[in-house]
């Protein structure tokens, strides 16, 4: 299979271009939107985005919050050219991290070529395998995918799924890739899930100050993509890039969603001082 289909468009996202592309430009391009946070946006003016933290559920209830990440890569599009994308194995468990076989993933908005030189270079790894059936179904990269679409002009796409892996060994794996000025990490995680409300926010903002104290401990209670977020804190922290928040709510949080049962999303931004 050369190209990955789009699994979840039409789901997650408007299975429509125009419908999908509209969306992700209102939220892009809303400079006043209610959820955007000052602080963060100047501290992207301050050095290299180097890594965004998003999260990776349905549009209609965390699209927003990535987009106040993924908005400040705009400024910065044509430094980067590579893009190293990691989410949790939501469908399969297996030993280690997987990348796919294919050749490019396609949206409606078109295909993104994945990078096939470092594919061959990290499936020597032990702890990594080659496996387009792990990824033909996996939502957690596929839409962060429109995002960056309509945020950066041509890049190559390293797609990584993560299952029973230490942060360590994909740190290891990544860090001599990321180390590139114009290379990219994209950490693709939710927060809590199925808490009533008021535990759901006790629970997300504990999860924040590890976060933000560079404590590589999350475990995927505390986030479903905890791994990812754990091996860019390690890598973060060595290399001393200031982290920033720019928003956390949950699903309760969002018109259509309920307060008995709430799926938490955060949005931060990594940066390489200058």
């Given at each position: 299979?050369?190209?990955?289909?789009?699994?979840?468009?039409?789901?997650?996202?408007?299975?429509?271009?125009?419908?999908?592309?509209?969306?992700?430009?209102?939220?892009?391009?809303?400079?006043?939107?209610?959820?955007?946070?000052?602080?963060?946006?100047?501290?992207?003016?301050?050095?290299?985005?180097?890594?965004?933290?998003?999260?990776?559920?349905?549009?209609?209830?965390?699209g927003s919050v990535a987009a106040e990440a993924?908005?400040?890569?705009?400024?910065?599009?044509?430094?980067?050219?590579?893009?190293?994308?990691?989410?949790?194995?939501?469908?399969?468990?297996?030993?280690?991290?997987?990348?796919?076989?294919?050749?490019?993933?396609?949206?409606?908005?078109?295909?993104?070529?994945?990078?096939?030189?470092?594919?061959?270079?990290?499936?020597?790894?032990?702890?990594?395998?080659?496996?387009?059936?792990?990824?033909?179904?996996?939502?957690?990269?596929?839409?962060?995918?429109?995002?960056?679409?309509?945020?950066?002009?041509?890049f190559t796409l390293l797609p990584l799924l993560?299952?029973?892996?230490?942060?360590?060994?994909?740190?290891?794996?990544?860090?001599?890739?990321?180390?590139?000025?114009?290379?990219?990490?994209?950490?693709?995680?939710?927060?809590?899930?199925?808490?009533?409300?008021?535990?759901?926010?006790?629970?997300?903002?504990?999860?924040?100050?590890?976060?933000?104290?560079?404590?590589?401990?999350?475990?995927?209670?505390?986030?479903?993509?905890?791994?990812?977020?754990?091996?860019?804190?390690?890598?973060?922290?060595?290399?001393?890039?200031?982290?920033?928040?720019?928003?956390?709510?949950?699903?309760?949080?969002?018109?259509?969603?309920?307060?008995?049962?709430?799926?938490?999303?955060?949005?931060?931004?990594?940066?390489?001082?200058?």
């Amino acid at each position: 299979m050369l190209t990955r289909p789009p699994a979840v468009a039409g789901h997650f996202y408007p299975h429509s271009a125009t419908a999908l592309q509209q969306q992700v430009n209102h939220w892009l391009d809303d400079d006043n939107a209610a959820l955007t946070h000052t602080a963060a946006s100047e501290s992207t003016q301050q050095g290299k985005i180097k890594a965004l933290i998003v999260p990776h559920a349905g549009y209609m209830y965390s699209g927003s919050v990535a987009a106040e990440a993924y908005r400040a890569l705009r400024q910065q599009a044509s430094r980067i050219r590579k893009v190293i994308l990691i989410g949790p194995s939501h469908r399969f468990a297996f030993k280690g991290c997987a990348l796919p076989a294919c050749h490019y993933f396609e949206t409606p908005l078109g295909k993104v070529p994945i990078d096939i030189q470092s594919v061959e270079k990290l499936r020597e790894i032990d702890d990594i395998e080659v496996s387009d059936k792990v990824h033909a179904q996996e939502h957690s990269l596929e839409v962060q995918l429109p995002f960056l679409q309509s945020c950066l002009h041509d890049f190559t796409l390293l797609p990584l799924l993560t299952s029973n892996v230490s942060p360590a060994v994909v740190a290891r794996a990544i860090d001599p890739l990321w180390q590139s000025d114009d290379c990219l990490l994209v950490i693709s995680s939710d927060l809590s899930h199925f808490h009533a409300y008021s535990d759901a926010t006790r629970i997300d903002h504990h999860t924040c100050s590890l976060i933000e104290s560079y404590q590589a401990t999350l475990t995927p209670e505390q986030a479903c993509g905890a791994t990812g977020i754990n091996t860019l804190l390690l890598l973060a922290k060595q290399k001393g890039y200031p982290l920033i928040r720019n928003t956390l709510i949950n699903s309760g949080d969002t018109a259509i969603g309920d307060k008995e049962r709430v799926v938490g999303y955060v949005s931060y931004i990594i940066s390489a001082p200058q």
